[in-house]
């Protein structure tokens, strides 16, 4: 068993930053983590991923090149460093953690979510 709690998040205005992270407790070892948001009326979609070498990342194309996510080292507390944020990012992130491939892990745990809102 893993649970997830989430951190962060909060208000910002467009082109401004954001950061949430997630803490990450049980039987982790060589767990992959991610990011997931789902807004208001829409679908949950990926938004980043990082496995458990600290460095392979996989990112959705609405966030490519405006987030980062990493992982403290050997530790498991990964972060979601989000700039140039529009409007179109407000949604509740959820933090989530499988194991598999970095671009198709089987998130079988899921946190509580945390909300981002972002204002024009």
């Known amino acids: 068993q893993v649970e997830l709690v989430e951190f962060g998040g909060g208000s910002a205005q467009t082109g401004g930053s954001l950061r949430v992270s997630c803490t990450a407790s049980?039987?982790?070892?060589?767990?992959?983590m991610g990011w997931f948001r789902q807004a208001p009326g829409k679908e949950r979609e990926f938004v980043a991923a990082i496995g458990s070498d600290d460095v392979s990342t996989n990112y959705g194309d609405s966030v490519k090149g405006r987030f980062i996510i990493f992982r403290e080292v050997k530790k498991n507390v990964i972060y979601l460093r989000m700039t140039s944020l529009t409007p179109e990012d407000t949604a509740v992130y959820y933090c989530?953690?499988?194991?598999?491939?970095?671009?198709?892990?089987?998130?079988?745990?899921w946190g509580q979510g945390t909300q981002v809102t972002v204002s024009s």
């Open positions: 049980g039987r982790t070892s060589g767990i992959v």
């Open positions: 989530a953690a499988g194991w598999g491939s970095i671009t198709a892990p089987n998130y079988e745990f």
